[in-house]
């Protein structure tokens, strides 16, 4: 399977342990994004990379929240001490990128997405 | 930045009826929409996107939607649903990133 691939899928953890995501985006794609849905709403914006570059973070993602992507290629979503309200689905999606910089298409190819629970 | 919203949070239709989805956009500038669809247990899939030409595009499973300038929409529309179509349905507008509605969920009643 040559898609974007997120590990683990599933993360139950207790509150104040931090916990790190891992995202494969597709191996040609140079923009890789992190989203983060709860039940009943539509995927929120947390941050993306251009390559190695992280070009833009949401204002949801707080200081315990922290993203690399160091080589430009598989991307880790890490979040430190944590809350009950982090409780959600944490995907990430990857596209791929004009010469300008823009995007050619916009499409995203998402993940299965990894959910996390904190009890 | 951009925002989406979406009119109906859940739309409930028997097989065969027509569909269709609001979608509107606060963007001035030029945009690209995307309809996403979440069916349950898997991930989201695209369905449609429109970039620029004819307003009206045609996505995959009979889905179509209209984009409109003048009204800042692109609402998706679908003749006569069937089961199968029981899902999430996502609305979205990239410029240099993607932000999504907060998504419609449809059941279609066999």
């Known amino acids: 399977d040559t898609g974007v691939s997120q590990d683990p899928r599933h993360k139950i953890t207790k509150r104040g342990q931090n916990v790190t995501f891992r995202c494969d985006p597709i191996?040609?794609?140079?923009?890789l994004y992190w989203y983060r849905q709860t039940l009943g709403q539509g995927p929120e914006f947390l941050t993306y990379?251009?390559?190695?570059?992280?070009?833009?973070k949401s204002r949801l993602l707080s200081d315990r929240f922290s993203a690399e992507r160091p080589k430009g290629s598989f991307s880790t979503l890490e979040i430190q001490r944590t809350e009950q309200g982090d409780s959600a689905m944490y995907l990430c999606?990857?596209?791929?990128?004009?010469?300008?910089?823009?995007?050619?298409?916009?499409?995203?190819?998402f993940g299965e997405g990894s959910r996390l629970t904190v009890l | 930045a951009q925002s989406v919203s979406q009119h109906n949070h859940h739309v409930i239709l028997s097989e065969a009826a027509s569909l269709e989805l609001g979608c509107n956009y606060s963007?001035?500038?030029?945009?690209?929409l995307f309809w996403y669809v979440q069916y349950p247990g898997q991930h989201l899939q695209l369905l449609l996107k429109?970039?620029?030409?004819?307003?009206l595009v045609k996505g995959i499973k009979g889905f179509e939607a209209e984009f409109i300038k003048s009204k800042f929409s692109f609402n998706l529309r679908k003749p006569s649903v069937q089961w199968s179509d029981t899902a999430e349905y996502f609305c979205?507008?990239?410029?240099?990133?993607?932000?999504f509605g907060a998504g419609t969920r449809l059941t279609v009643k066999p």
């Open positions: 999606a990857s596209s791929s990128t004009g010469t300008s910089g823009r995007s050619r298409t916009g499409e995203l190819f």
């Open positions: 191996s040609e794609h140079n923009r």
């Open positions: 990379f251009q390559n190695e570059a992280q070009l833009e």
């Open positions: 963007y001035g500038g030029t945009v690209n």
């Open positions: 429109y970039f620029s030409g004819d307003p």
């Open positions: 979205a507008v990239y410029d240099n990133d993607m932000r």
